[in-house]
């Protein structure tokens, strides 16, 4: 085990963590839970190849935490949770299907304090394996699994347009420049929505291949790594991973909005502040990313059908908005804002 690991635990502010060792494959589980006040923790399982247990540990720790804060600044009464498989290695195939069916098993002992979906490194077809061990993975409808991506993929549509409706004084996206930097799930529909809303998207992928197809099927640009910072738009929609927005990155961004997908899309707290200073708004992430987690929330509540539940997704725009408008207000940081609003909710 990493050395830090039971340091890390015992610093941290959350319930506590289940941790397995998965002999046949390798792999190190890590569930986290963080909170349970408004439900039971519930938050997408991480699969993913860690430099070390430290941080895989600590993602899902973080992770665990921005659930907490995700369910009760949307409204839905769930806790915050999340877990990580920290592989040694990609795995495929039977040993794939043999590591989620254990896991599965895992969450199943926890008999329901701890519910969970997807998330980066897992499929929608692994959730599946994982629920032939366990009753507790979200987002079936008529025994099929839901993939929640579009639904994230408008909720953050929704958010980006609250946030141009804020700071720009006009929702419309049409005309409007976004720069999309991840085009998977998420982000691929979110260039979509853009560009049938009339936006000039700018497409980034690690995979230049794919950002380049998807910028030529959308009539957009598709934006070399290299030039992804200082490329200037009106919104910038970090959708790959996390901590793009840092001390490096921030002083180059030639944007107004901030507002995409990735979790954990600041490095540290004071890069709130340092894209303030730089008069550039962000949408929180964990709220303006919540559509994949409201929807499973929704189906739950036995909310079916699909139009609906994308026509629910503009509780996050409303949200994201109402938090926007309290910074502006208050003035403060959007950060400083949405945490204020999680901690009235926690305190009940
Ligand atoms: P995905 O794996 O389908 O897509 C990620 C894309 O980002 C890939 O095309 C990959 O090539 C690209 N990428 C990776 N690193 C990059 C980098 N450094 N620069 C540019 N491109 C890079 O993932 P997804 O499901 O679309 O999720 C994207 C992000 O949104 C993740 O951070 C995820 O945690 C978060 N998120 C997803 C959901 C969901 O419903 N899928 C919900 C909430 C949050």
């Not at 665990?64 to 592989?87: N, R």
């Not at 991840?182 to 497409?203: P, Q, T």
């Not at 030639?254 to 600041?266: E, P, R, T």
Request: proline share 4%.
């Amino acid at each position: 085990m990493g050395r830090g690991i039971s340091g890390l635990t015992a610093a941290w502010d959350g319930l506590g963590v289940v941790c397995r060792y998965d002999k046949p494959t390798g792999t190190w589980i890590f569930i986290c839970l963080h909170n349970d006040k408004l439900g039971p923790p519930t938050g997408g399982t991480r699969m993913k190849v860690y430099p070390d247990l430290d941080e895989a540990l600590l993602d899902g720790m973080r992770l665990a935490e921005g659930m907490t804060y995700k369910w009760a600044g949307i409204g839905i009464p769930g806790g915050g949770g999340k877990a990580v498989l920290a592989l040694e290695k990609p795995l495929e195939g039977e040993v794939r299907t043999g590591l989620l069916h254990r896991y599965g098993e895992l969450v199943e002992s926890l008999k329901g304090s701890f519910r969970t979906g997807e998330d980066l490194g897992i499929t929608t077809d692994d959730m599946k394996t994982v629920a032939e061990r366990t009753r507790h993975v979200q987002g079936f409808r008529d025994g099929e699994k839901v993939n929640p991506s579009p639904f994230t993929a408008q909720g953050v549509y929704s958010g980006i347009r609250a946030a141009m409706g804020v700071v720009l004084g006009d929702d419309s996206p049409a005309g409007r420049s976004v720069l999309v930097q991840g085009v998977g799930n998420v982000g691929a529909g979110l260039a979509k929505l853009l560009a049938d809303a009339g936006a000039r998207v700018l497409i980034n992928d690690l995979d230049e291949q794919r950002a380049a197809a998807l910028a030529s099927e959308l009539g957009g640009e598709a934006v070399a790594n290299g030039d992804l910072y200082g490329t200037e738009c009106d919104v910038y929609a970090p959708c790959a991973v996390g901590a793009t927005l840092n001390r490096d990155t921030i002083p180059r961004l030639k944007c107004k909005i901030v507002g995409g997908s990735a979790n954990n899309q600041l490095a540290e707290e004071t890069d709130s502040a340092r894209l303030r200073e730089r008069g550039i708004v962000y949408a929180p992430d964990y709220i303006i990313n919540a559509g994949g987690a409201l929807s499973f929330a929704l189906l739950e509540q036995g909310v079916t059908d699909g139009d609906e539940i994308l026509r629910r997704m503009e509780t996050v725009g409303q949200t994201v908005g109402e938090i926007l408008t309290e910074a502006e207000r208050e003035n403060e940081t959007p950060v400083a804002a949405a945490r204020r609003r999680v901690e009235r909710i926690l305190r009940g």
